[in-house]
């Protein structure tokens, strides 16, 4: 079984800039899946409709949408494709997603404040 190890984070701190030492990054996977989720159910569609249009399991997909998969840079294109949204449009939505959750958010009480390394 693999055990997980956490790092000291390490920041520089720049003049006017909010750093939250004690919150843990939000996981890229997350705040993705998050976002996919979010930009499906506001166009209306269920997940079946887009995974197949995506050309992957809807399985995959609803993994995907609850940030437990890390999807390559071409299941996110698929998944934009079926959408009808662009690779610039998520990104912009994600980042605006990452700031508010840095400056508000709840993260997960079951991870683990800053980086981690997983040894098997």
Excluded at 13 to 23: A, C, F
Excluded at 31 to 60: F, M, N
Aim: proline share 7%.
């Amino acid at each position: 079984m693999a055990d997980i190890l956490s790092f000291q984070r390490h920041r520089n701190q720049r003049s006017g800039d909010r750093t939250h030492e004690d919150e843990p990054e939000p996981l890229w996977r997350e705040v993705l899946g998050q976002r996919l989720r979010a930009t499906r159910e506001e166009h209306g569609c269920r997940l079946v409709d887009i995974a197949e249009r995506a050309g992957i399991s809807p399985q995959y997909l609803s993994e995907i949408e609850r940030g437990r998969k890390e999807p390559s840079s071409e299941m996110i294109a698929a998944v934009t494709g079926a959408l009808g949204i662009d690779l610039t449009g998520l990104l912009t939505g994600i980042v605006g997603d990452v700031h508010r959750q840095r400056s508000t958010g709840p993260v997960p009480a079951n991870r683990p404040a800053g980086p981690v390394l997983m040894a098997a």
